[in-house]
Nanobody, 124 residues
């Protein structure tokens, strides 16, 4: 069974940076797509970014383009989200998700596996 475990969340001031990690296990990920979603209090879950486990294809939400960078380390079965120029509106629980691929989707229903999430809080 695929398991995803996030880490790296925390409290940061506006304009600062954080790097989130998502460690994956329990599967053969070569064809998978992995993604980050976030959910702020009282709001719906929102797509952030996605990447194919193999290759360089990525996708970003407009709200994070130019500020966030998704990447992965295949040898360590770990995905990352480097977040820069953080804003208070980026405050949310960030969750990683995986689908069997190969298409990159922004809809959460396309992802079969989910981590528990990590809190990111950006103070103004």
């Amino acid at each position: 069974q695929v398991q995803l475990v996030e880490s790296g969340g925390g409290l940061v001031q506006a304009g600062g940076s954080l790097r989130l990690s998502c460690a994956a296990s329990g599967g053969t990920f070569s064809t998978y797509v992995v993604a980050w979603f976030r959910q702020a209090p009282g709001k719906e879950r929102e797509f952030v970014s996605a990447i194919r486990w193999s290759g360089t294809t990525t996708m970003y939400a407009d709200s994070v383009k130019g500020r966030f960078t998704i990447s992965r380390d295949n040898a360590k079965n770990t995905m990352f989200l480097q977040m820069s120029s953080l804003r208070p509106e980026d405050t949310a629980v960030y969750s990683c998700a995986a689908s069997r691929g190969p298409v990159l989707y922004s809809g959460s229903s396309r992802y079969q596996y989910w981590g528990q999430g990590t809190q990111v809080t950006v103070s103004s």
